[in-house]
């Protein structure tokens, strides 16, 4: 068999996906068409891979490109309904989408909540996309924004409260996300903290980005972040090794995103990446490979498991 499609045959996982990060090109690019956006040229956007890409670009593509096509509730929802297509497609039959509820002149938060709490429902209702169907299990995670400040990022964590007591079968947790270099996150620690003492049923789940750059501008982040008592942790490419002594003590899983750290630059080749460290040197089995933005690294979560089975030097079996 193949080995594209005996990948995408595999029952997977994604734990780690940006709904708009997860949009492709040619999707975005089609949306704009419709609304009559300007849709810049490849040749006027620095993609990953391309020289001198780094993770700030990552965000720049967000907010000059994507973010600018994205602004009213029918956009988004066309965008929550190409991607959801896009992962059952590749054969993922768990995913959490996480998003960060935007404010903008057509959309408040929580109209921009409602619109993909509706999408996602209206995926539900019509069985799937899949031979009629519904193969994939669909979960959100509302993201706060490192740049946030306390206000909004308290906003942001009444929106999953109040979303997961109405849907408690969808709305499922609170990720911490953002340029890791615009900012540290200590100011968001009274947010963060109700999260895990709200009392909801199923409780919510605190998920933060965590060592996505090598020197952050905040210092203690990375402790303060570890007294949250976070459910998962993602990247992790710039741990000490003290703080995942603790983070293995713990259990905590890991959120992997190879083509990310690769073609955002935080690592500079899939065999150098620290998956091969913690599977091979530590031993380390609490692990989940995640896209992060599959639309803007041009990989699908079957890749991301290719790419890992050759760095790993594993068997279709293992």
Not at 252 to 257: A, D, N, R, S, T
């Amino acid at each position: 068999m193949d080995d594209k499609i005996w990948a995408r045959s595999l029952r997977k996982t994604e734990l780690h996906a940006h709904l708009n990060g997860s949009i492709s090109l040619n999707d975005l690019r089609e949306l704009a068409a419709k609304r009559g956006a300007h849709f810049p040229a490849e040749s006027e956007i620095q993609l990953p891979g391309s020289p001198g890409f780094t993770i700030d670009d990552c965000f720049t593509l967000f907010s000059s490109t994507i973010y600018s096509i994205v602004q009213d509730a029918e956009a988004l929802q066309f965008v929550v309904g190409r991607v959801l297509a896009a992962f059952e497609t590749d054969g993922c039959t768990y995913l959490e989408l996480r998003t960060t509820p935007r404010e903008t002149a057509l959309m408040s938060r929580r109209k921009y909540v409602d619109a993909v709490v509706q999408a996602v429902e209206s995926y539900r209702n019509n069985d799937g996309v899949i031979d009629g169907s519904t193969k994939m299990t669909v979960r959100l995670l509302f993201s706060v924004d490192r740049r946030h400040n306390i206000e909004t990022a308290n906003d942001v964590v009444d929106l999953a409260i109040a979303y997961n007591f109405l849907h408690p079968d969808l709305v499922v947790g609170v990720d911490v996300c953002g340029n890791p270099l615009a900012g540290g996150i200590r100011h968001l620690v009274p947010a963060l903290t109700r999260v895990k003492e709200t009392n909801c049923s199923p409780p919510l789940k605190l998920v933060i980005h965590f060592a996505e750059v090598a020197t952050l501008p905040e210092e203690g982040e990375l402790e303060t972040i570890l007294l949250l008592q976070p459910d998962r942790l993602g990247h992790c490419t710039f741990v000490p090794e003290k703080l995942m002594d603790v983070i293995c003590q713990r259990g905590i899983p890991m959120e992997i995103c190879l083509s990310s750290n690769v073609l955002g630059g935080t690592v500079s080749e899939f065999e150098k990446h620290h998956l091969v460290h913690l599977w091979h040197e530590r031993n380390y089995r609490n692990l989940v490979l995640c896209t992060d933005d599959r639309g803007i690294f041009c990989s699908e979560l079957s890749d991301e498991y290719l790419i890992a089975q050759k760095v790993l030097g594993l068997s279709r079996l293992e």
